[in-house]
């Protein structure tokens, strides 16, 4: 073989090589649209972290993340009205009726009345927690019978 086909051997197999692992990774590397089971499977070892703070246990427990976020709000950030928008979110997915409105108000007393999808989910968590504790009521006004 001539040095110049030596060149072009070895040129054309680092080439594929090359596009051979890219192509892997590609494939193998879990995308923003993935499904998260797929990514937990992919990178089980990963776990989310919040800048400056521990990373939280099996990849991110929504309520230790929101206990970490109320502290944070309550300790050092307290007039951060988009963080307390985001605590009221995550204790009305948690369920916690009551924590949400009063995160939700403490967003409005900051952020004021010009965001309409703050507004919205303030009027939901104020229906919310008007339901649980009229429930709540109910059941022990049964009980007492």
Not at 27 to 38: G, L, V
Not at 55 to 83: C, I, K, N
Not at 131 to 139: E, H, L, P, Q
Request: net charge positive; proline share 4%; no cysteine.
């Amino acid at each position: 073989m001539t040095p110049a086909a030596i060149r072009i051997s070895i040129a054309a197999t680092a080439l594929v090589s090359i596009v051979s692992i890219g192509g892997a990774l590609y494939y193998a590397w879990p995308r923003a649209d993935a499904a998260p089971a797929r990514q937990a499977a992919l990178l089980p070892h990963a776990a989310v972290s919040i800048p400056g703070e521990a990373a939280a246990p099996r990849g991110g427990d929504l309520v230790v993340l929101t206990e970490r976020l109320a502290h944070r709000l309550t300790t050092r950030d307290t007039e951060d009205g988009e963080g307390w928008a985001l605590l009221g979110r995550s204790y009305a997915v948690l369920g916690r009726n009551d924590d949400a409105l009063a995160a939700f108000e403490r967003a409005r007393r900051l952020l004021g009345d010009t965001d309409a999808q703050l507004a919205m989910d303030h009027a939901a968590a104020k229906a919310a927690a008007g339901v649980s504790r009229r429930a709540m009521t109910g059941s022990a006004s049964l009980l007492a019978r």
